[in-house]
């Protein structure tokens, strides 16, 4: 079983930047797709970015030219670093993994990956 790690997360101002971190308990997810997704309350999920085992990424709308996904192999990390957040960007982030199992999927953007590991998710609050 794998085990991911969110940090990062905390409360920050409009405009402010924020960087969400990842780590995997098992250095094949690297040759997976991984991607962060969030929740909240009224707006259910939404995978916000995406990036495959060839590094191509992806995102939502709602985001793109904002945030930008990337992974670290050597430390089994996946970044997503989030600038001119807004109070729409308020919610738990979790950071996902394919693992090949089938047992779920979910769209960052235009990349569909197989959603089998999640983290517990870390918190991000932007105030106005």
């Known amino acids: 079983q794998v085990q991911l790690v969110e940090s990062g997360g905390g409360s920050v101002q409009a405009g402010g930047s924020l960087r969400l971190s990842c780590v995997s308990s098992?250095?094949?997810?690297?040759?997976?797709?991984m991607g962060w997704f969030r929740e909240s309350p009224g707006k259910g999920r939404e995978g916000v970015a995406g990036?495959?085992?060839?590094?191509?990424?992806s995102y939502s709308d709602a985001v793109q030219g904002r945030f930008i996904i990337s992974r670290d192999r050597a430390t089994n990390t996946l970044y997503l670093q989030m600038n001119s957040l807004t109070p729409e960007d308020t919610a738990m982030y979790y950071c996902?993994?394919?693992w090949g199992l089938g047992l779920a999927r979910i769209k960052y953007g235009n990349l569909g990956c197989g959603m089998d590991y999640s983290g517990k998710g870390t918190l991000v609050t932007i105030s106005s």
């Open positions: 098992d250095h094949t997810t690297s040759n997976y797709c």
């Open positions: 990036i495959d085992s060839l590094g191509k990424a």
């Open positions: 996902a993994t394919d």
